[in-house]
T-cell receptor, first 114, second 113 residues
Framework: GEEVAQTPKHLVRGEGQKAKLYCAPI?????VFWYQQVLKNEFKFLIS????????ETGMPKERFSAKCLPNSPCSLEIQATKLEDSAVYFC????????????FGQGTRLTVV | RKEVEQDPGPFNVPEGATVAFNCTYS??????FFWYRQDCRKEPKLLMS???SGNEDGRFTAQLNRASQYISLLIRDSKLSDSATYLC??????????????FGKGTSLLVTP
């Protein structure tokens, strides 16, 4: 596709429930990034992929967060046992990864944990 | 120390004013530089890439100073519609390190009538 498609747009979960977010990168882009933005605060890097391989996961709270990018499927970000502080907008971005090319962002998934 | 630093503002300016934002980055190996705009929790959208020679797009001018490791964005003749958060984004690309994308915290601009 020509845009980064994130689903769902909104997700409401009770504390302790699982949440799963999806991201279809732009076709041909080999890098995918996930970011968390709480309220209007800064973008917190979670994880990046180079194709289906985890490239950098230094931002992931590993005990509850996991992510995958499998061939021929949207990438996913899963949060087990959600907490109130997981409420945020989760943005996915993709890029071809070549020099001087920008990253394109999806519209985000707004997760509300109640 | 964060990789990319920006003054968070807010910058409150009247319509028609000129406003400048600066951004510093810590990694001298950084290679590509961008300004993104984010409106009210929507997705960031590319405003301008920043080239070594500097570049201009209408009322917007971006500059890069590699020696001092900062980039700037100048907005002339501010419009109400320029009100947004401006994100400085820096990336590195290398055969061993792959592609890394680093964000500043964003600078908030409010243009008032």
């Amino acid at each position: 596709g020509e845009e980064v498609a994130q689903t769902p747009k909104h997700l409401v979960r009770g504390e302790g429930q699982k949440a799963k977010l999806y991201c279809a990168p732009i076709k041909g882009h080999s890098y995918v990034f996930w970011y968390q933005q709480v309220l209007k605060n800064e973008f917190k890097f979670l994880i990046s992929f180079q194709n289906e391989n985890v490239f950098d996961e230094t931002g992931m709270p590993k005990e509850r967060f996991s992510a995958k990018c499998l061939p021929n499927s949207p990438c996913s970000l899963e949060i087990q046992a959600t907490k109130l502080e997981d409420s945020a907008v989760y943005f996915c971005a993709s890029t071809s990864g070549t020099l001087n090319t920008e990253a394109f962002f999806g519209q985000g998934t707004r997760l509300t944990v109640v | 120390r964060k990789e990319v630093e920006q003054d968070p503002g807010p910058f409150n300016v009247p319509e028609g004013a000129t406003v400048a934002f600066n951004c510093t980055y810590s990694n001298s190996a950084s290679q590509s530089f961008f300004w993104y705009r984010q409106d009210c929790r929507k997705e960031p959208k590319l405003l301008m890439s920043v080239y070594s020679s500097g570049n201009e797009d209408g009322r917007f001018t971006a500059q890069l100073n590699r020696a001092s490791q900062y980039i700037s964005l100048l907005i002339r003749d501010s419009k109400l519609s320029d009100s947004a958060t401006y994100l400085c984004v820096v990336n590195m690309f290398g055969s061993n390190s792959g592609y890394a994308l680093n964000f500043g915290k964003g600078t908030s601009l409010l243009v008032t009538p």
